[in-house]
């Protein structure tokens, strides 16, 4: 794939590693950034992030990336109406942005939904990285109205960047990844409001490795847990029922019932890294 202008907006790390695997790839010929924050446009700019800062998505940009929050998608998507370039969204969550976007006019034909499940506690421009989208799974989410020349572009960029397109409804991925990312992270943040500091000295590699996603940025996922609370709430009552199952096992030193559990979870995750 080879683009004349990329146009990305907001510069943080989804859009700062999109601009640095562009580059570092030879997808697009001019990369420019529309980023509100004066110092993370500066940066990009300065470490080749991205060929130019603008304003505005200009008239001659032949794809654009909203990777700005999720709650930001559909003021830009309805603002960009009018543009005839595909344009995709990087958020986490999907139907609420949709239904946002419908509520304020008719959903864009040149609008794909797209989710990159791939990412890191750290945050901005400075954390970029041009491997991030290596052997991540892209889900696409697309709509009635999407025309099938803007979801094949898409579709099509996001190869490039070394991704693995998957496609799914809005509801189906929503309630997917409140169950894989968002929950993880709801625990990760519940589970550090209980740790003393007196205790911090006493931590290993299983806190260190069960807390990292606690350093997250917290305004981005209360933005994304609010957005999705409806699926949210459905997967933490299954997980409290797991919870409430595995501690009364303890309680009542029900050792075949605990130990079924734990060995039916170790068998879950050694699924999980197994090539699909």
């Known amino acids: 794939m080879k683009l004349q202008t990329l146009a990305i907006v907001g510069v943080g790390l989804i859009g ?3 601009g640095k695997a562009v580059k570092e790839r030879g997808i697009a010929a001019h990369v420019v950034g529309i980023e509100a924050n004066e110092v993370s446009a500066h940066w990009a700019l300065e470490n080749g992030l991205i060929d130019s800062v603008a304003s505005d998505v200009p008239d001659q940009a032949d794809l ?3 990777c ?5 998608v559909p003021e830009w998507v309805v603002t960009l109406t009018d543009h005839p370039a595909p344009m995709f969204d990087v958020g986490s969550v999907k139907a609420p942005i949709v239904d946002a976007i419908a509520a304020m006019q008719a959903v864009p034909a040149q609008f794909s939904p797209c989710h990159p499940i791939s990412g890191s506690e750290k945050s901005g421009p400075q954390a970029a990285d041009a491997s991030l989208f290596d052997g991540c799974t892209l889900v696409i989410t697309p709509l009635q109205q999407t025309a099938a020349e803007s979801q094949r572009i898409c579709a099509e960029f996001w190869q490039a960047l ?8 809005p509801q189906d991925h929503d309630a997917a990844l409140a169950s894989t990312s968002h929950l993880p992270h709801l625990l990760a943040f519940a589970f550090m409001g209980q740790v003393t500091d007196e205790y ?6 299983g806190f260190r490795d069960f807390t990292r996603i606690a350093a ?7 933005r ?4 999705n609370r409806g699926a949210l709430s459905e997967a933490l009552d ?15 030193g029900d050792e075949a019932t605990g130990l079924a559990l734990l060995r039916a979870a170790v068998a879950k995750r050694q699924a999980a890294d197994e090539p699909q």
């Open 68 to 72: 700005v929050p999720s709650d930001l």
């Open 64 to 66: 654009i990336a909203l």
């Open 238 to 252: 299954d997980y409290r029922q797991s919870l409430e199952a595995l501690a009364s096992a303890i309680q009542l």
């Open 16 to 18: 700062g590693s999109i």
């Open 216 to 222: 997250a940025n917290p305004d981005l996922w209360w």
């Open 162 to 169: 070394g991704a693995s397109v998957v496609s799914m409804s």
């Open 200 to 205: 911090l000295p006493l931590t290993g590699g």
């Open 224 to 227: 994304i847990m609010r957005l």
